[in-house]
């Protein structure tokens, strides 16, 4: 909850005279006591703003740490991202791969039912080469990249960087 602000409302400098040898000696004192303590009043709200100026930098310093923190949780939150879905483009690689070995065995598997002319032994030998074929081809993972150890390098413009880019654009 905010404080109230008191604000003491100090006198204009048209209220002060101009000249003070027009003035009587009593008249001269009151004005005189009037802007010093006017001043005094000046001096300590300066102060006390001050302090809060100060205080309000505290603070301010405290919410940047707070936000630079909050940033570097959210780069780190959005490369593991990045990464996830690396992996599960790796998956789903892995998967049509298994899928399309899985279903040249059962072609192979549906050709031979069909040929009648085929010996019992060449069903078998036809059989187990497609078998063969699924055991020897394995399920082939894509080779992952490194990850880029600067997340801002394709902003840059140097050569290498662009060659990199190109290259990296070239391979997958």
């Not at 483009?89 to 085929?118: G, P, T």
Request: a negative charge.
């Amino acid at each position: 909850m905010p404080k109230s602000v008191n604000l003491r409302t100090y006198p204009p400098t048209s209220y002060f005279p101009p000249q003070p040898s027009q003035l009587e000696r009593h008249e001269l004192e009151q004005v005189y006591l009037d802007l010093r303590q006017n001043y005094k009043g000046l001096s300590i709200s300066r102060g006390q703003f001050a302090g809060k100026v100060q205080a309000l930098r505290q603070q301010l310093e405290v919410q940047e740490q707070q936000l630079a923190h909050v940033m570097q949780t959210l780069a780190r939150v959005a490369q593991e991202k990045q990464e996830l879905y690396a992996v599960l483009d790796e998956l789903e690689a892995v998967n049509r791969s298994q899928k399309a070995l899985i279903d040249e065995v059962k072609d192979e598997f549906e050709a031979i039912k069909e040929d009648k002319s085929l010996s019992l032994l060449e069903r078998f030998n036809r059989l187990a080469r497609a078998v063969y074929q699924l055991l020897t081809k394995g399920i082939t993972i894509p080779e992952r990249q490194p990850p880029d150890p600067d997340p801002n390098a394709w902003t840059r413009e140097d050569p290498a960087s662009v060659n990199r880019a190109i290259l990296n654009e070239f391979n997958r």
